[in-house]
């Protein structure tokens, strides 16, 4: 029998392979994933992050949907990490890490992004899902990586990148990254939470693109 929150995950993965046909395929490399995934013994120390401290609360108080209620149902279990280690002395980019966290929910032992500074409460090797918290007039740059990405927005209305074209997305909105494609988010007056699956290429680092 599978946890909880993975149970919930399955069964909204399922529908939304069932309303969208763009998501069909991706939802059922998801939903096959999670028949596997197994639970920690549980999180160790985890970091503060300032930008979670300031908007976390308030964005769960505006988290709509079923991705709202997922997060809500697993955020206590979760740790926060900063992203682009890599990067950091960029001046536009140490402005993004100190406005952007993310926390691995289904995930490697190691993540792989932070270098292991968070653990995810579950694993996996194959999926690598979990909540991205962005704070308001955030700049998230232009960005390409193998995994095939989907986004459900939970609060926080946003702008965003993909290949040239940019659109506005409300919560309750649905992003979907093909593997390589490019793209920036830009937040407004409000943070944004997202839930987030990678259902290829689970281990992989986003590149910035500069150009
Ligand atoms: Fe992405």
């Given at each position: 029998m599978a946890a909880p929150f993975i149970e919930a995950l399955s069964v909204f993965a399922a529908s939304e392979g069932a309303r969208d046909p763009d998501l069909t395929r991706p939802m059922a490399l998801l939903t096959d994933a999670l028949l596997r995934v197994m639970p920690t013994a549980g999180r160790g120390p985890q970091p503060s992050q300032e930008v979670v401290d300031r908007h976390l609360d308030g964005a769960l108080a505006a988290a709509v949907g079923t991705a709202g209620e997922l997060i809500g149902s697993v955020v206590h279990e979760v740790g926060w990490a900063k992203p682009y280690p890599e990067y950091a002395g960029e001046p536009d980019m140490d402005a993004m890490r100190a406005n952007y966290s993310?926390?691995?929910?289904?995930?490697?032992?190691?993540?792989?992004?932070?270098?292991?500074?968070?653990?995810?409460?579950?694993?996996?090797?194959?999926?690598?899902?979990?909540?991205?918290?962005?704070?308001?007039?955030?700049?998230?740059?232009?960005?390409?990586?193998?995994?095939?990405?989907?986004?459900?927005?939970?609060?926080?209305?946003?702008?965003?990148?993909?290949?040239?074209?940019?659109?506005?997305?409300?919560?309750?909105?649905?992003?979907?990254?093909?593997?390589?494609?490019?793209?920036?988010?830009?937040?407004?007056?409000?943070?944004?939470?997202m839930l987030f699956a990678w259902v290829t290429d689970p281990g992989c680092i986003p590149v910035i693109v500069r150009r």
């Open positions: 993310y926390a691995p929910i289904i995930g490697s032992a190691t993540d792989a992004i932070s270098g292991g500074a968070v653990a995810a409460p579950y694993l996996s090797d194959e999926v690598f899902v979990g909540l991205v918290l962005q704070g308001p007039d955030c700049d998230y740059p232009s960005h390409v990586h193998k995994s095939e990405e989907i986004f459900w927005v939970a609060a926080g209305t946003s702008d965003w990148q993909k290949g040239d074209v940019w659109r506005v997305e409300e919560p309750g909105g649905v992003i979907h990254h093909e593997s390589g494609v490019r793209h920036a988010t830009v937040t407004r007056d409000r943070p944004l939470l």
